[in-house]
């Protein structure tokens, strides 16, 4: 009896999903989930990658948490258009929540909208937003096996970033063993080292990043 | 028209929790429901408070993750009695999976039951298992703004685990503001900080939790 009302829920939802991609597509802005635990490192992300990006390429933000405006907080003192969704007690991000958010941001001005899903490696990963690209976060004191143990997310991620990546002597982080759990459920998906913290491997994502927007939105 | 139907799978864990909770005084068994993000080291903390604890008070585990037996298969390593509970997708324990569960244990032999929830700080706090103890694992890495981001999980907390407490210079953690937004949402609960890789904090938290432990089942 759950069963219909659960996929009623997911098809109003993915219905939602496809008028925000056409929204999207309409102002030419490209959209990326992001997905990770709960301090991955998703708004440090954020702000360095808008900090590497070409200046053309306007960045915008929507935050997802349960509570606060922290992270909100966060980026508007960066001066980057950003809108806080509080899901109140929700474990992840719902269309008609970004639709709901689209009217505060300038998207004619915006290129490219980060979407900080709320910290968790599992519920986001069955809502889609209408973005085009999937990021999923790992960080590096969460440990290596984190792709065996959560093979849902990082199945459909479109890119994977592993963050602190400064810290992988420090907690003796198996780079090969990780990077073959990703490969038992996405064998082709791109994967980046990074550091928020000291730059490292940052200009490498942010030129993909750039070049995959490109691609997709011209 | 969901309100109803979610109030009754509620209902309905709550009455086998509370068929838990029976079993469990019957057995004199004091039961943890550990609740923390991916990576928080959950699965350390079992293993060194174990290494912590006199004889009498025999360990058992039950182990809930989406996928794999890797835990499992660690605490087995040690000889202590342990279940792997497979959630398939679901983002937390309940209480129907830990009564399936309870016949592969030896409930007689042992005094002192953790149950490893799935790695996730909102969907778990919502999920009665039947146990006297709920303990939430933050960790340093995670960041120490995670109360205020998450504050249901914090403010039904019976006890606070700060683990990776090694890491707290290294990632400037601010230990007063973490303890202010748990003491916003539930002023009166224990925190200690521990680090399971270098065994500070552990003696003070294991005597805490053995003292708990017998002050509740004699």
Redesign the interface.
Known sequence: M?IP?VQE?LSANDEIARENRAVFAQHQLFVVNMMA???AGKTSLILATIKHLPPDIAPGVIEG????S??ADTIAAHNVPVVQINTG?N?HLDAPQIKAALPYLPLDQIKLLFIEN??????PA?FDLGANLSLVIA?V???H??P?????IFAQADVVVLN?AD?ID?FAFDVEYFQRGIAMVNPTVPLFLVSCRTGQGIADWTSWLQHTTQCRTT
């Not at 948490?65 to 606060?68: C, P, V």
């Not at 065996?148 to 849902?152: A, E, F, L, R, V």
């Open positions: 759950n009302i829920i635990s709960p301090g948490d349960l509570a606060s922290i992270d007690g474990c709320v910290g968790n490696l599992i519920c069955g960080s004191p969460e440990g096996d984190k065996y143990k959560y093979p849902g602190k810290m420090v």
